[in-house]
């Protein structure tokens, strides 16, 4: 059974960064798609960026292109969000997804997920 347990979250000015940890265990990590999702209080749960199982693609929602960078360290089994240049908007908790030899682009089609990571962005 794959666990998921991210860190990080809290609360940032705009303008300013943060990065989110999620450690991996249970199961290869090197199998694993990993990606974020986010949801905002009464919004549905949304695609942020994704990495896929080789590590040899990465991909973003058009929202935080340019400002989010995932990245995977398979040495400490972990998937990192740096997020800059962060905005109101970004306020949401964040959540870790991993599919094993997919890449989780879509909440519905999610083998695991985290408990969740809380982001507030304040104007």
């Known amino acids: 059974q794959v666990q998921l347990v991210e860190s990080g979250g809290g609360l940032v000015q705009a303008g300013g960064s943060l990065r989110l940890s999620c450690a991996f265990s249970g199961r290869p990590f090197s199998t694993y798609g990993m990606g974020w999702f986010r949801q905002a209080p009464g919004k549905e749960r949304e695609f942020v960026a994704a990495?896929?199982?080789?590590?040899?693609?990465?991909y973003y929602a058009d929202s935080v292109k340019g400002r989010f960078t995932i990245s995977r360290d398979n040495a400490k089994n972990t998937v990192f969000l740096q997020m800059n240049s962060l905005k109101p908007e970004d306020t949401a908790v964040y959540y870790c997804?991993?599919?094993?030899?997919?890449?989780?682009?879509?909440?519905?089609?999610?083998?695991?997920w985290g408990q969740g990571t809380q982001v507030t962005v304040s104007s």
């Open positions: 997804a991993a599919d094993q030899f997919q890449t989780p682009r879509a909440p519905e089609r999610i083998d695991y």
């Open positions: 990495s896929s199982w080789n590590g040899g693609s990465t």
